[in-house]
Structures are given as C-alpha cells and as structure tokens.
C-alpha cells in the first residue's frame, strides 16, 4: 500500500502544495513545491523524514516554490541524511543550486540536481516517475552548455563534501567554491509534472498447481515466479499464469502543475489521447496566476473517470488556514498578559464562488467570495470525487486485482482546522487565570486591530519581533527577524523609516499572517533598509521574498530604493537570483557591504571569486593549483552610496563591528536624526550572532545606545555550549548591555530547544532603565518597553503547556 499526505495547501504559511508519498516500508518522497515554512510544518504535524532521499520538484522555478528548500536540506543534514536527488525537467535546477553556496555548505550529504526532461523516468524497485515538462509559449530552448552543467555538478559536489573540511570553513575561501557562475543565456517558461506508476505485485505462487501439473520443485518454480515459461522432461510448457494467482496492481497518479493559463493549450494538446488506464487520481497544482474558468474545468473533464479523485490546489479554493497552530496558541496566551503587544493572527481568505458552487464546496458563515465568470461554471465531474487540497488529508492507494476488483484509491480527510478562538480561549487561556484577561478584551474587541502603527503609535518608535528563534524554525518560535520603526518629523509631517535586522525564512509569512492586509502596503513603503548581520541560512532564506514584496508595493515609485546591507557575497547572491526572476528589483537596490561601514580605519579585503573556466579545468593536470586571491579595489569604502544612504534616511552614522561568530560575521548600530528641527538622535544597536563584544561593540559603535537588540541564545548553565557554538548565554548579552549603558534592552534569538521562557531570573542585574525578552509577534512601543516585567510570573504560567509538550515529545523522539 501506498499513502500520500499532503504536507502544505496554499495559505500565507506555506504558498505552494507539497505531498509526501510513503511505502508501508516507510520509503518517503516529495512530489511538489517546498516554499518558505515548509520544514516548520513537519514538527508541526509530527512528519518524519526518515528515509527521505528524493524530491522531485513541480512547476516553475522561482524562490516562492523553493524557498523553503535550502533550508531543509541543511536540517537534513544535520540530522545524519547521507543522500538527497533533486528532481526537475530542466538544466536551470542546477544553476539554482549554485547560487546558494555562499550559505549552503554541509559535509557528509551526497546531494544532486538532476534533471529529468520530458518522459524521462525515474525507477526503482517500488515505481516509475515519468517526468512531464510543458512549456509556455514563449519558452526558449535550454540555457546552459553541457560543460557549463559539468561545472554546476562540480561545484554542488564542493559545497557538499564527503569529509568536514574545519569546523570555522568559509566557502568564500574555498577556490571549488568562490566562482563567478554564468548567467542562464535564457529563462525557461516552463512547468514539470509527473506520472507515478507504482510497480504491481506479482500474483502468489500456487505449488499444489505447479506440482500437479507435473513441476518438479527446485529452479523450475524459481523461474516460473519470475515470470518465465519453463519446459518439462516429457516436452510439456508450462507458462506463468498456469501456477501464478493474478497478479495485483496499484492506481497510478498524475501531479499536474499548472502555473498560469497560457499552459493550458500546451496540457491539453500533451494529454489529449493519454492512457487513463488504471488512472486512480490526479493532482491538479494551480497556480495564482491561473483563472478559475470553463477552460479549467474543461481540462480537468480530460481525466473523468468512474473511480477517480481529483484534488485541487489554488490560494481562492483552499483556505488560508493557520498552519502552524502551537504558536497561535502562544500568541494568544501572550496576548491575555499583554493585550495590545500582539496582533491575533489573520485567515481571511477571498474565495472563488465560481469554483465553490460548481462542486457544492461549502463554505465558512461570513466568507468573502469573488465571482470572475458572468455564467455558472459546469462540470460532468462526480463532485463527490473532487476535493479541494487540504493539509494532513490521505490518499491511501490499495493493490487491487484487475478484472476482479475497482481501482482502489481511497481518501480519508485528516485536516484539522484550528478550533474557533473562543474554543482556544477557553482552553487555554481561562486555565491559567490571568488578571483581567477576558474573552472580550483579549479578542473580541481585538479582531481584526492592528496594534502596530496605529493612530495612538504615529510618531512613536516601535519594534516587532517577527521570529525570535535560532537555528532553525520550530513549533513555537520562527527564526530571527526583527522590524524597527523610527519616525521623523519633517517640519510637523512624520515619516516612517523601518529597518529590517536579520530576515530568517519566513519572515513574510509572518508579516502577512500579523498585518492586515490594508495595512501592508503601509509596511512596505516604509521599509528603507535591511541589514544582514551575516551568512548563516537563519538568518536571510527570508529576505528574497522581502524583497519581491518591497517591489510589488514601491514598482509604480520610480523614486523608491531599498537599501541593503549585508555582507559582500549576499550581493552575488541576490544578482543571481534576480537574473531568474523580477530582474527589474536589481536597480532598485542600493547597495553596501558590512565591511565598508566598518568602525576604524581598516577595511578587509574581499576574497575575488575564480572564473568558471578555472573550476572546468581544475581537473586537468597541467592547470595549476587554484588559490585565493583578494581583491585589491574592495577595501575603498563606497562613500558616495553611503553618503546617499545618510541623507535618504536621514542617518547621523551607522557603523559596524565585526562580531565573534563567524568569519564575516557584523554587530551594526545606526543614529538616526529625529527631528528636521533639531539634532535629536535614536541609536539602535543590533549584535546579530556573537560572543560578549565588550570592546568593539559595547564600549564602540554601540556605547549609549537608546535601544540594544542583543541575541541571548543559550541559558546561563549552557556557557559550554555558548562559546563551542559562538554565542552568548542570557548573563552574557546583559553585560554588554551593562558596559554599553543601553538605556533599554530587548533580548532575542533564543534556542529552540527551550520552548519555554527563557531564563527570567537569577540573571545579572539589568542596568538599562527597561527590557524585555522577545517573543514571535511581539510588538513594542519603545516608550512601554518596560511594561513586560512585571508579568514574568503571569508568563511562566502561560508557559506550562509548552514546557510539558516539549518534554513529552523529546521522550518520544528518544524512544524512537
């Protein structure tokens, strides 16, 4: 038997679909998209991924389908994965792949990108993908050279070492790494699919036959099982099926991925005499872009059969469902102690009506609909047999004999919608009796409110720490990205200015599932800056897609630009990714390296990246030994850019340090000008990952600061495991609070190991005037900093569930 879940439906968590097959023998695969978020769900819902070594890819590449991806190939990793295939019908997978080896550097895992083109298959002993590339159009021809893919093999092979080259390896160092890669010379427009064929079982071996038909026992019965005919002494053939019961097949799958409508015709004309023969279901991807029509319905009409299932995946046909609900559950407890620091996370979602009445999909009371059709869509579909594609729901596919028996393909609905917020209330927050905490203050009157940058907070410097977490996303912290907003008053009119510190995957996710969505545009034309602390994956897979949404909302402003301050191999990174998709963001960002902000007078020198042709012709034994070599223009400040940057912003300095993590790793802290009218400053420092930096950062760039965001990653019992990993225990980031003078202090990037609060006493004691400890979601006035502290106690309460769900769940992981 075969099942197949599906792990993400469309929602602001997760963009795209994504199933996972697995064999009674526990073999997984998966088939679909992995967008940012996606290895969140898997503690979530209590996946393993276990003997999972092949993932093959649908649709369009671009970072929305797989940003998600280099993320959950480092956890991988790190959980003793030894082999990971990557499949997708073009060459382009593996100039994908490339780009991200600044950052995606693991030893130990044996990782491809293989390219499987139209009806190529993939086999192995439980079935055949056959691989089903459609193009748009438009599309164009392949972009690489065979010995420019010979080179994107070499060097995926470099960021993926058999043996750990050191524990403190910069790829930026490594010759096999550090290369200038070619741009694709076109960008496909095309979308792969697939056909799973799963191998039948061969029919038991009947002896009473065989010996009755005169089979002697031995290699005869050997070869008649592996369906050869065999000939007897006296000259008698006996054929297989005289001795063998029928043999028992499986429905075959179709993962259809359609990204917009300009494929249809190419679909239809690919499936217009296709075999349904044994066709047990078929998977249809719908993109965004794609319009619910009769054109649609048409096509899905080409699949009708008496025992088929179809499921259906579109952002106005699945809900907007809130994915990862533990941390729902955390917000609303934070929420009772302090109602107006967090916003209640948002599901509306604009339905298709069209698609809704066609197949009888009911809907929840008070839905917003949208009709695109003047007349009533039609289908000659069993409607009992379409279902639209939902989180958790089962596809369980049964051996069936044929001739005998029906295709067996049987869907059991496992999705489980989070409980109504009173529900949760009344489960989860009335037990723990908070003061004053009702359900009428604490949601009722806070639904649909946004609490950030509200009439009340105009003017007023604000803070939102969308994920607090490191290393990875869990159950109840995303990974680290924190939103500042500093006014200025321009002559009685303010003007927001936001800086993003650090944006780890899913950071849009986060922002869309806490902002209403009136209230993002807002958002995004104030963001003007994002700083890079440094290159460890937590700490950016989310800036891409920051940066596509930046530009949807600032495109029609020709005058718009955003800043981005990272450390110099992002910048090869972001130009790469741009030449896929949305080109155009390039020449709206202005660029500085960390190292040219740098506090002092010497600036290091970049590594420069070899050419292409030396990584082709490392092999050869005549080329010699490649090395590093630094480049000597990159240590000249760009001042022009940075003077640019000052008046943009209106910035008095901003300077880095280096921080005491890894190499070209940044503490930054930026002053700005509040007032046209005056000199008034707001200082905020940021220390992004790194030991105590007493010298550099806390009596250097940071010294009086009014705001220090500091990482407290490690309990104060964890000192081994803080300095082994480079990071500071809670203690630790209040000294250099103390010795910076911070007025006030907002600790975050807290281990996820610890869902728990963090350590709130027995600390040092905090000399800054306020300070709180950061949570998802949380969103601060900096006037009120301060207000936290006293509900410590109220806190540790709230956190009883998690602490013993955490515990519950690590002694069954043991068990495993």
């Known amino acids: 038997m075969f099942t197949i879940t599906t792990i993400t439906h469309p929602t602001v968590d997760t963009k795209h679909p994504l199933l996972l097959l697995q064999s009674e023998h526990g073999d997984r695969f998966l088939f679909g998209k992995i967008p940012e978020g996606t290895q969140r769900t898997f503690p979530e819902t209590k996946t393993r991924l276990a003997k999972l070594e092949n993932i093959f890819l649908t649709g369009e590449l671009d970072w929305s389908s797989i940003g998600g991806l280099p993320g959950m190939i480092l956890t991988l990793a790190d959980q003793g994965v030894k082999k990971m295939d990557l499949y997708y019908g073009n ?16 030893f130990g895992i044996n990782l491809k990108a293989l390219t499987v083109k139209n009806e190529q298959v993939f086999k192995n002993k439980l079935m055949t993908v056959k691989s ?16 420019v893919l010979d080179g994107f093999k070499t ?15 910069d790829p930026s160092s490594d010759p096999n790494v550090n290369v200038e890669i070619p741009k694709p010379s076109v960008i496909p427009r095309e979308t792969t699919s697939y056909e799973v064929e799963f191998n039948p079982i061969r029919g038991r071996f009947r002896v009473d036959e065989a010996i009755k038909l005169g089979v002697p026992k031995g290699p005869l019965f050997a070869q008649l099982t592996q369906g050869r005919s065999v000939v007897l002494d006296d000259g008698s053939v006996i054929s297989p099926d005289q001795v063998l019961e029928k043999q028992r097949r499986f429905a075959k799958v179709l993962i259809l991925d359609v990204p917009g409508n300009e494929y249809l015709v190419s679909f239809k004309e690919k499936f217009r005499n296709y075999d349904k ?10 993109g965004e872009a794609v319009e619910i029509n009769q054109e649609i319905i048409s096509f899905m009409e080409t699949f009708r059969g008496e025992n088929v299932q179809f499921f259906v995946s579109h952002n106005r046909i699945c809900p907007n469902s809130i994915v990862f609900k533990s941390s729902a559950i955390t917000t609303l407890k934070l929420k009772a102690v302090q109602s107006f620091n967090y916003n209640l996370p948002r599901s509306g979602r604009v339905y298709s009506k069209d698609f809704c009445d066609c197949f009888d999909i009911p809907l929840p009371k008070g839905t917003s609909v949208i009709q695109e059709n003047e007349q009533s869509l039609v289908t000659k579909l069993d409607k009992n047999n379409v279902h639209v594609l939902l989180q958790q729901n089962s596809l369980f596919i049964e051996p069936f004999t044929e001739g005998e028996e029906v295709i067996k393909a ?72 924190t939103l500042v907003k500093i006014p200025y008053n321009m002559n009685g009119k303010v003007i927001n200015r936001s800086i993003l ?16 969505d009136i209230d993002i545009p807002s958002v995004f034309h104030d963001l003007k800056l994002i700083f890079l602390s440094h290159l460890h994956a937590d700490h950016h ?18 005058e718009a630009y955003l800043y981005l301050i990272t450390p110099w191999q992002y910048q090869s990174f972001v130009r790469e990714w741009f030449t896929l998709e949305d080109a155009e963001i390039i020449g709206r960002i202005r660029y500085i390296s960390c190292e040219h902000l740098i506090s002092g007078s010497y600036v290091r020198k970049e590594i420069r990246s070899n050419s292409f042709d030396d990584l082709l012709n490392h092999h050869n034994p005549t080329t010699k030994k490649r090395r590093f070599e630094l480049d000597e223009r990159s240590s000249f400040r760009d001042l022009e850019t940075i003077k640019t940057l000052y008046r943009d912003l209106k910035i008095k300095v901003f300077q880095t340090c280096r921080a005491k993590h890894c190499d070209w790793a940044y503490s930054g802290s930026l002053s700005f000008f509040m007032n046209s009218n005056s000199q008034e400053i707001f200082k905020v420092s940021y220390s992004g990952d790194t030991r105590p930096n007493i010298e550099k950062f806390a009596n250097g760039i940071g010294y009086r600061s009014h705001l220090l965001i500091h990482e407290a990653t490690l309990d104060n019992d964890l000192m081994e ?31 996820q190991r610890y869902p728990k609060l963090p350590q709130m006493d027995n600390n040092l004691k905090i000399t800054a005037n306020e300070y709180c400890f950061a949570f998802d979601g949380m969103i601060v006035d900096f006037e009120k900093l301060g207000e936290q502290s006293p509900k410590f106690s109220l806190l540790n309460r709230a956190f009883v569930d998690e602490k013993n769900s955490f515990e519950k769940e690590e002694k069954e992981n043991n068990s495993v």
Not at 91 to 106: G, M, N
Not at 721 to 737: P, Q
Request: glycine content about 4%.
């Open 501 to 516: 510190l650090d944006a780890g995957e899913n950071t849009l996710g986060a922002i869309l599932r806490s902002i209403p």
């Open 721 to 751: 495991d803080a300095i082994k990993k480079r990071h500071c225990t809670i203690n630790e980031a209040i000294s250099v609070s103390n010795a910076m003078e911070a007025e006030k202090l907002i600790l975050t990037h807290f281990s």
């Open 541 to 558: 897979l989310g800036i891409v897609s920051i940066l596509k949404e930046w530009y949807k909302h600032n495109k029609s402003n020709p």
């Open 410 to 481: 049987r869907v059991e609905n496992n999705f489980d919608e989070i409980p109504s917020w009173e529900t949760l209330f009344n489960n989860h927050v009335i037990p723990l009796k908070i003061p004053n905490a009702t359900f009428q203050s604490t949601v009722h009157d806070q639904l649909g409110i946004n609490n950030f940058n509200n009439l009340t907070k105009r003017g007023k410097v604000e803070i939102v720490t969308f994920g607090t977490g490191s290393a990875l996303p869990s159950k109840y912290r995303n990974v680290i990205s």
């Open 91 to 106: 060459d382009i997978l593996a100039y994908v792949v490339s780009t991200w080896r600044y950052f995606v550097f693991r």
């Open 277 to 286: 023969t044994y066709l047990g279901a078929v998977y249809f991807f719908l």
């Open 132 to 147: 089903i590339v459609v193009s748009a159009p438009d599309s164009y021809d392949q972009p690489f050279t065979p010995k």
């Open 155 to 169: 060097l995926i092979s470099a960021m993926f070492p058999h043996h750990e080259p050191t524990s403190k390896h």
